[in-house]
């Protein structure tokens, strides 16, 4: 947590813990068994509980910044889950973030210095991003991609393996209009938040919430110099560049907007947090609403859509927003659709930002637990409100045979308001 230039034991400057934050916690317990590492590794240090005394133990000078403390918030992956489940209010979700700035600025060097370094140069990048992934696209339209996996290339090396994983298809780029009109009683002027991998990858959710917004009586700004959120850097504990990002997004919008919208429940987690960790663009993150929570409050009209549906809680939807009722009610809106509850809905599916490339083994497990609960469920359609659990759930449906269709529910929303009588 943000806090004046001060020593804290192990902690100098500022972007210090807060110690009675940390102390908070009573250790009780019930956070344990709702920790998606503690399920895979059954480590107490791995536990949000165990995380926290370390944090604790560095606040009060007991301990210092050490490699070993780094490697278990590194392996945290920030899911927020404990958050829900706590009783005693604790804030793991800022003081991981916050220790982790402590841990960049004076701990020792991160373990994964190369793949960070191309993680942070192109993913919070949207035209480089854009570059990479068109890349991609011909290495998989030019047979590159068969003799690669044929040949079994890339199995030394896991992390690449995952990242060429991900990505099946790069979709053909949906410029959208600067200014979508509101249809029928305007509620008010929003903008609309295209994203980093959102715009290249899943450009037609981008779409379909303009679509939707402008139908529920929004007017909807795209301000087409808007970059990065920071999201990615904020939870890697690089507090300057996410504030850098924070203030050109704040600058990029009208300041006469009633929201900001987003589609991506990480970006929109951490717009909202822009209030705690910089004045500059606190105003931005008092109106971030998630796409889902803007439409529940309308009345969209629906036509029917026969589908057995099955909602996966994006973390930072339902842990980091505690929005987990308004996706529910709206696809129950839906004439036709049936939903399906997921066993351990909220359980991380492993994609957590960049964890899955910088931790693949232990996403792969926590995938495969997923993957296990969305079989076991018989849809044919999984629903997920983050594009980094689209991309991390398709990955696996494909590699296991899953013959089911991956989707933002607004993608589900939209077809069914096209077939509105």
């Known amino acids: 947590m943000a806090s004046l230039p001060a020593t804290l034991g192990a902690f100098r400057g500022a972007d210090a813990p807060d110690l009675e934050a940390l102390r908070k916690c009573v250790h009780c317990g019930i956070c344990v068994p709702q920790c998606p590492t503690f399920r895979v590794l059954g480590e107490e240090m791995d536990t949000p509980r165990g995380r926290l005394y ?20 590194d392996l945290c992956l920030g899911c927020r889950a404990c958050e829900t489940a706590c009783p005693s209010g604790v804030p793991f979700g800022a003081l991981l973030e916050a220790t982790r700035v402590q841990l960049r600025r004076h701990g020792p060097p991160s373990r994964h210095r190369l793949l960070e370094a191309f993680v ?3 993913f919070p990048e949207p035209r480089r991003l854009g570059a990479v992934l068109a890349a991609l696209s011909v290495y998989r339209r030019s047979g590159l991609r068969w003799l690669v996996r044929a040949t079994g290339l890339l199995r030394p090396f896991p992390r690449l393996a995952a990242m060429e994983a991900l990505v099946d298809g790069v979709p053909r780029a949906e410029p959208l209009p600067a200014v ?11 903008g609309l938040l295209t994203g980093c991998v959102q715009r290249h990858l899943y450009p037609g959710v981008n779409r379909d919430a303009a ?27 690089r507090a300057d560049a996410f504030r850098a990002r924070a203030r050109a997004l704040a600058a990029a919008f009208p300041a006469d907007l009633d929201f900001v919208v987003t589609s991506a429940a990480g970006c929109g987690a951490a717009m909202k947090a822009y209030g705690h960790w910089l004045r500059d663009a606190a105003d931005l993150g008092a109106k971030t609403r998630d796409v889902l929570e803007l439409l529940a409050e309308a009345e969209l009209p629906l036509g029917p859509l026969p589908l057995t549906v099955t909602y996966h809680d994006a973390c930072h939807l339902a842990h980091g927003q505690r929005l987990r009722q308004e996706p529910r009610a709206l696809l129950r809106r839906i004439p036709g659709l ?36 969305i079989a076991a469920t018989g849809a044919r359609v999984i629903a997920a409100a983050n594009p980094g659990c689209l991309l991390q759930i398709a990955a ?15 993608e589900l929303l939209a077809r069914a308001a096209e077939r509105a009588p």
Do not use: W
């Open 54 to 73: 370390l944090m604790r133990a560095a606040a009060e000078g007991r301990l210092g910044l050490t490699a070993a403390l780094g490697r278990h918030l």
């Open 120 to 122: 942070f140069a192109v």
């Open 180 to 190: 979508v009109p509101a249809r029928g009683r305007r509620r008010g002027r929003v």
């Open 211 to 237: 679509r939707l917004l402008a139908l529920a009586g929004y007017e909807v700004v795209v301000p087409a110099a808007q970059g990065c959120c920071g999201a990615l850097e904020l939870h890697a504990g």
């Open 338 to 373: 049936t939903l399906l509850e997921l066993p351990d809905s909220d359980l991380c599916c492993g994609s957590a930002g960049v964890y899955n490339l910088l931790e693949p083994a232990i996403a792969r497990d926590l995938l495969e637990r997923k993957l296990a609960c």
């Open 396 to 410: 696996g449906c494909r590699a296991r045979g899953l013959d089911v269709e991956i989707v933002h529910p607004v």
